[in-house]
């Protein structure tokens, strides 16, 4: 899923200067980091329960929500998106282990493909259900809105405006289907996010065998403790050079090979797998490059704190991804949202259930999800809350959902008509 494909209607918010909203969101997350770092008292019992990267998500939501600022109508997620994502990508990577996240095995894989069988599945699930429900729903055209939410939760914006052309979705219905889409699947990224945070009572439950990840987690802190230092200016100038830098060199690339590949023969449908996509290359090839760097001298950089400014990188995009999200649009067509979130609830349960059984660890199913509902903007989010070195596995699992979007979607629009038929 992709920034929102629809524009939402304007409001008046308290604060509508961008710079102001940035000082507030790092006031609001240097007192989130302050806080959790208390080693006692109430605070530490708070964020025992309360993962502090949820906080970051969930305060810019309500500032949203208060009409404090306003999230839609701002710029900050377009630019963090597009720089700061690509950025954290590059500096996450250096210090990664390829041959370690190779060896993690196919359970991601099958914890993905399970997550695109649920989004489906869920999709003619909720669709019944609310017909026995509430059956005013999913009256008239309903079922062509919901194949642009499938589009979006399997691949991604690409994917949602593709099926918006195939199923003739009419605009005012693409909107609320748009709402549906950003509340639903920003509740559902707290709902990883907060299970992240307990993920070894959670793999205790599934039974998982955790070595692989258990491995790399000690491999990259074996690494880190060897090549630790005190950084330095040079240093953290030198991290934000190869960070940016590898974005603007991204961006470069990009739009030229996009503008190249439009001109190629429209039967190829090349926009159905979002090769079309600029954002789509910017993030597929900052991982790139990231990798390929972590081959060389340049992931000494690690050892001078390279991944911990690629976090805050990220914890400034969860912010502004958190900002987008208005609690109060619930109110404007309930009965929507309820499906939306039987839906997902459909597409998490179906997780469960075989991670349990093939014994998976959380993390594949909160990135093998994430991947899915959230795509690249956030599955990295959602793995680097397990540990930073897992972040290119959600951007490679993300880019692999891109593919599968349309064909998903288009399976389970023609479920969706044979049902409302």
Not at 11 to 22: E, K, Y
Not at 26 to 42: D, E, K, N, Q, Y
Not at 190 to 199: D, T
Not at 263 to 271: D, G, K, S
Request: with cysteine.
């Amino acid at each position: 899923m992709s920034a929102p494909l629809a524009e939402a209607p304007a409001r008046a918010a308290l604060i509508g200067n961008d710079i102001v909203v940035l000082g507030v969101l790092a006031v609001v997350l240097g007192a989130i980091f302050w806080t959790a770092a208390r080693p006692s008292g109430f605070w530490a019992r708070f964020y025992a329960w309360v993962p502090a990267l949820l906080l970051c998500y969930l305060v810019p939501a309500l500032l949203n929500s208060a009409g404090i600022i306003d999230g839609r109508g701002s710029a900050l997620y377009p630019v963090a998106r597009d720089v700061l994502l690509p950025s954290a990508l590059v500096l996450l990577c250096i210090a990664i282990d390829l041959r370690a996240v190779l060896r993690l095995g196919p359970k991601a894989l099958v914890m993905f493909f399970t997550g695109t069988l649920g989004v489906m599945l869920g999709a003619v699930v909720a669709f019944l259900a609310m017909r026995a429900i509430h059956p005013q729903t999913v009256a008239g055209d309903t079922w062509r809105g919901m194949t642009t939410v499938a589009g979006s939760w399997i691949g991604g914006g690409a994917n949602q405006a593709a099926m918006k052309e195939v199923f003739a979705v009419d605009p005012d219905l693409f909107g609320q289907f748009v709402a549906v889409d950003v509340l639903v699947a920003n509740v559902w990224m707290a709902v990883l996010l907060f299970l992240a945070a307990r993920a070894p009572r959670v793999d205790a439950w599934l039974r998982a065998d955790t070595r692989a990840i258990d491995a790399l987690r000690q491999r990259m802190a074996d690494w880190q403790a060897a090549h630790a230092r005190v950084p330095g200016l040079p240093d953290l100038m030198l991290i934000l050079a190869v960070g940016l830098g590898a974005t603007g060199l991204a961006h470069a690339l990009a739009g030229p090979l996009v503008d190249w590949l439009k001109t190629l023969p429209a039967e190829w449908r090349l926009q159905d797998y979002s090769l079309t996509s600029g954002f789509f290359w910017i993030t597929l090839l900052a991982t790139t490059f990231g990798l390929l760097l972590s081959f060389t001298r340049a992931r000494a950089l690690e050892g001078a704190g390279a991944s911990r400014i690629g976090s805050a990188m990220l914890y400034l995009l969860v912010a502004t991804i958190g900002m987008q999200m208005d609690l109060g649009a619930l109110l404007e067509r309930p009965w929507l949202f309820a499906m939306g979130l039987i839906w997902i609830a459909v597409h998490g349960a179906l997780l469960l259930a075989v991670a349990r059984l093939i014994r998976a660890p959380l993390f594949f199913l909160a990135v093998g999800s994430q991947a899915n509902i959230g795509g690249a903007a956030s599955a990295p989010v959602v793995a680097s809350a397990f540990h930073p070195a897992l972040a290119p596995v959600g951007v490679l699992l993300a880019v692999l959902g891109y593919a599968l979007g349309t064909y998903g979607a288009y399976l389970t629009g023609l479920a969706l008509r044979a049902l409302a038929a």
